[in-house]
């Protein structure tokens, strides 16, 4: 495991000094701190969009393999209560969907959670 750990440290890590190099490279010191919004102007616009779009991809990847000990939890908690060795399938996704409609409804609410907290009574 810790094998596999230094090995994604290393590539991220290499990843990040290539972009950089080329960062620099392409625009020398008037590069912005964020690469991309160098490319946002000019013929390579396409890039920034490219980008936006592997983020996306990424994010919603992730969001999933991140959220599986979760549905594991409340699967086996269902289980447990209802005394079945399987949940059945329509049960299990429709728990998964409300699980992420509730993780992305509290996403959306945490930037205005300061308004939220003015309008109590």
Do not use: C
Request: aromatic share 12%; charged share 10%.
């Amino acid at each position: 495991m810790m094998k596999g750990v230094n090995v994604t440290f290393i590539a991220t890590g290499l990843a990040y000094f290539a972009v950089s190099i080329v960062g620099f490279w392409a625009f020398g010191t008037a590069v912005a701190d964020n690469v991309l919004l160098s490319f946002a102007r000019g013929p390579h616009s396409w890039v920034v969009a490219m980008a936006d779009m592997m983020v996306v991809v990424h994010v919603a990847s992730a969001f999933q393999v991140y959220m599986q000990p979760v549905y594991q939890l409340v699967e086996n908690a269902i289980k447990a209560r209802a005394g079945v060795e399987r949940v059945n399938p329509i049960v299990a996704t429709s728990l998964r969907l409300f699980l992420v409609v509730l993780v992305t409804v509290v996403g959306i609410i945490i930037p205005f959670f300061s308004n939220l907290m003015v309008r109590t009574p």
